[in-house]
T-cell receptor, first 113, second 110 residues
Framework: DGGITQSPKYLFRKEGQNVTLSCEQN?????MYWYRQDPGQGLRLIYY???????QKGDIAEGYSVSREKKESFPLTVTSAQKNPTAFYLC????????????FGQGTRLTVV | RKEVEQDPGPFNVPEGATVAFNCTYS??????FFWYRQDCRKEPKLLMS???SGNEDGRFTAQLNRASQYISLLIRDSKLSDSATYLC???????????FGAGTRLFVKA
């Protein structure tokens, strides 16, 4: 079955530690995205990538980093520089970047303890 | 003005009611729009896309008003299972970002 997979579903991190969230898709989509959602809020774009080896900052990129070494994979690292990392992180992909629907993974819920 | 604004919620309606949500957008050049549904603690899933004046799928109707720059979502004969958050989505005109509204929460009660 084609889809987009995020792991882990739940993640706990100690303050000051970096952590990497995984996102893999087998939909052959060119574009991939990372969003952050806080309770009662909409989705905010962290980073997006149109093609392999290229990515762009979204609206709230500070404290995050990404890589796009393979078409299928777009991991997100939450660094210790992110002041308030506890949130629900959603990865998405789309066929192209213009005016196409996005398909989402099931999300990773990150909690800093 | 925010790029995408949605009706504040929550909307509390009885089963069988008709309910409508509005979403306004600021960029007049936007060409396509989407409504996503998000259940509590789950990922958003596409409900409807709107490319021209509107779209209808069973009990759900989405309409686009370009002159006033808003889209609406109408749900007829509400079911308990319709309880969710409905997100309005407007792709950036450059196409490289997708702008999500904050969402409208709907509670359908028996």
């Amino acid at each position: 079955d084609g889809g987009i997979t995020q792991s882990p579903k739940y993640l706990f991190r100690k303050e000051g530690q970096n952590v990497t969230l995984s996102c893999e898709q087998n939909l052959n989509h060119d574009a991939m995205y990372w969003y952050r959602q806080d309770p009662g809020q909409g989705l905010r774009l962290i980073y997006y990538s149109q093609i392999v080896n290229d990515f762009q900052k979204g609206d709230i990129a500070e404290g995050y980093s990404v890589s796009r070494e393979k078409k299928e994979s777009f991991p997100l690292t939450v660094t210790s520089a992110q002041k308030n990392p506890t949130a629900f992180y959603l990865c998405a992909s789309s066929i192209g970047v213009k005016n196409t629907e996005a398909f989402f993974g099931q999300g990773t819920r990150l909690t800093v303890v | 003005r925010k790029e995408v604004e949605q009706d504040p919620g929550p909307f509390n309606v009885p089963e069988g009611a008709t309910v409508a949500f509005n979403c306004t957008y600021s960029n007049s050049a936007s060409q396509s729009f989407f409504w996503y549904r998000q259940d509590c603690r789950k990922e958003p899933k596409l409900l409807m896309s709107v490319y021209s004046s509107g779209n209808e799928d069973g009990r759900f109707t989405a309409q686009l008003n370009r002159a006033s720059q808003y889209i609406s979502l109408l749900i007829r004969d509400s079911k308990l299972s319709d309880s969710a958050t409905y997100l309005c989505v407007v792709p950036d005109t450059g196409g490289f970002k997708t702008i999500f509204g904050a969402g409208t929460r709907l509670f359908v009660k028996a």
